[in-house]
Structures are given as C-alpha cells and as structure tokens.
C-alpha cells in the first residue's frame, strides 16, 4: 500500500538537543498530521496541519504543512527525556476516509 | 468520556481459534477503523467502516472480517488464527471532516502460538 517516505528512522540526541524530522509523499494532502506513540499505548495527536504553508506550535513542537503539499516536518526544540518515543506522520488521501502513514521515527534521549 | 476503548488488552491464541477484537468510542465518531502494528511495518489498515452497517477493505485484511452493527462498537474478528497475525491491533475513530484526526485506543496485544 501507499506510505509516506518518513526520516530519520531513528535519532539518538542529548537532552536540551533540537530535533527535526520530515515526511514527503508523491501524492498531494490536504491535511498532515505528527502523531507520537509511547511504549504500549497507541498513538497520540501532537499536531494537525489543514493548509499548504501553514506553520503550527504546539509548546516545543512546531510543525510546518510544505507549500506543494507533498511534504511536512516536525521540530523539536530543547528535547526531555519524556520526549522518548516514536514519532508518525500522517496524511488524509484524496476521499478523506483514510491516512497513509509513515513508518516512524524513533526518538531516543539521552539525559 | 472514556475516548477509544479496547478490550481485550492482551490474548494469546493458539493456531486456528477464533476471537473477536472489541472497539468501542464514545465520542458519536462516523468513522472506524482497525490497524495492526508490526516492527518496522507502521500502521497497516486491515478494514475500516464508514458510518453504521458499513465496512470496507483496508491493506491487509485477509483473514480477517469486522461487523459495525452500532455506530459506537467496531468488531476484528480472527475465524482462524495464524502465528503471522501475531501483532499488536488498534482501533481508531474519526469524524467525518477533512479536518478531523484519528483517535486511537490503546492496542491489542495478540499472540498466536
């Protein structure tokens, strides 16, 4: 099935370190969304991006919607420990029933 | 409003029994849908359902059906489990807007032995 190119696949930093990872696609979305996954949980909304350009924060997470639509990244400035995870990006196809994923980037922190 | 609810949060299976995933949301979402989580996979959509009465196929939904008889409840049923669905399975809920995310429970942990 379709999935989104997602990178790193994985990051190693030191706390206080700034993150940045992306996602690009063939395919055009309207909507991009970062989600974070904890060990033995599911998936948690970070943050949704509705329009192309669009630049989003969310406490020390910032996210921008590419301007062609086929891409998004995600930042994280001054990393914690708690930020240990792994991180997915999303997109909603073309008929908004469904989201093609990427395949994550995970986060280790090193305090 | 407990958001996503799954049960059971873990089950291991012999080859060949059967079981049945439940997902229930509280939050009047249209849409349903169930994914399976592997290492270095992502999520796989096996099926997911449109509104009540409504299922549609996803990625991966060999050996396995799903019900949505009520608009709250999304069943995952294994007819005969296989050690390759070995897995950890989540539902999810959305409204119908493009502007709307997922919500996702808390998983499944399946094993087949």
């Known amino acids: 099935g379709q999935q989104l190119n997602q990178s790193p696949q994985s990051m190693f930093i030191q706390e206080g370190e700034d993150v940045s990872m992306n996602c690009t696609s063939s395919?055009?979305?309207?909507?991009w969304l970062w989600y974070k996954q904890d060990p033995g949980e599911g998936p948690v909304l970070l943050i949704a991006?509705?329009?192309a350009g669009e630049l989003t924060s969310n406490g020390r997470l910032t996210a921008q919607f590419g301007i062609t639509r086929k891409d998004s990244f995600l930042n994280i400035s001054a990393s914690i420990p708690s930020d240990v995870g792994i991180y997915f990006c999303?997109?909603?196809?073309?008929?908004?029933?469904?989201?093609?994923w990427g395949l994550g980037t995970s986060l280790a922190v090193n305090p | 409003n407990a958001g996503v609810t799954q049960t059971p949060k873990f089950r291991v299976l012999k080859t060949g029994q059967s079981m049945t995933l439940l997902c229930a949301q509280d939050?009047?979402?249209?849409?349903m849908y169930w994914y399976r989580q592997d290492p270095g996979m992502g999520l796989r959509l096996i099926h997911y359902?449109?509104?009540?009465?409504?299922?549609a196929k996803g990625e991966v939904p060999d050996g396995y059906n799903v019900s949505r008889l009520k608009k709250q409840n999304f069943l995952l049923g294994l007819e005969s489990a296989a050690p390759s669905q070995t897995s950890v399975y989540f539902c999810?809920?959305?409204?119908?807007?493009?502007?709307?995310?997922?919500?996702f429970g808390n998983g499944t942990r399946l094993t087949v032995t």
């Open positions: 999303a997109g909603l196809n073309w008929d908004n029933r469904k989201l093609i």
């Open positions: 395919s055009i979305f309207n909507t």
């Open positions: 359902s449109v509104g009540e009465g409504t299922t």
């Open positions: 999810a809920s959305r409204l119908t807007g493009g502007n709307s995310p997922l919500h």
């Open positions: 939050m009047n979402h249209e849409y």
């Open positions: 991006l509705y329009k």
